[in-house]
C-alpha cells in the first residue's frame, strides 16, 4: 500500500484547506487510515482517523468540530477537510494506514507541510 499526501499550503487564520490522501495498492476494508501532524520541535501527534468504510472516526479533541476526516472508497482517497484554521495547526501533515486491531500504522506517506499565518 502507497500513500500520497497532498493539499498542503500557506493559509491566514480562519481559513479552510483540504488536505487529500491517494491510497494506492491492496485496499481492505478492515484498514484503518488516519491523519498525523507534526509541528516544529514537537512529536508527532494523532489528528484523526477513519475506517475504510467511513463508519468510524475520531479526532484528537484539539480539533474536533474543526476537521472532518472522509474517504471516498471508489477514488481509494482519503481526506481531511480542515475548517476554521489556527496559528497552532502549523505542521507537517501524514496520512498513514493500519489494520482494524493493529496499534501500529504500518503505511505511511510523505508529509504536506500546512502553514497558517495569524
Known amino acids: 500500500v502507497q500513500l500520497q499526501a497532498s493539499g498542503g499550503g500557506l493559509v491566514q487564520a480562519g481559513d479552510s484547506l483540504r488536505l487529500s490522501c491517494a491510497v494506492s495498492?491492496?485496499?481492505?476494508?478492515?484498514?484503518?487510515m488516519g491523519w498525523f501532524r507534526q509541528a516544529p520541535g514537537k512529536e508527532r501527534e494523532f489528528v484523526a482517523h477513519i475506517t475504510w468504510s467511513g463508519s468510524i472516526t475520531a479526532y484528537v479533541d484539539s480539533v474536533k468540530g474543526r476537521f472532518t476526516i472522509s474517504t471516498d472508497n471508489a477514488k481509494n482517497m482519503v481526506y481531511l477537510q480542515m475548517n476554521s484554521l489556527k496559528p497552532e495547526d502549523t505542521a507537517v501533515y501524514y496520512c498513514?494506514?493500519?489494520?482494524?486491531?493493529?496499534?501500529?500504522?504500518?503505511?505511511w506517506g510523505q508529509g504536506t507541510l500546512v502553514t497558517v499565518s495569524s
Open positions: 495498492g491492496r485496499t481492505e476494508s478492515t484498514y484503518i
Open positions: 498513514a494506514g493500519k489494520n482494524y486491531g493493529s496499534t501500529v500504522y504500518k503505511y
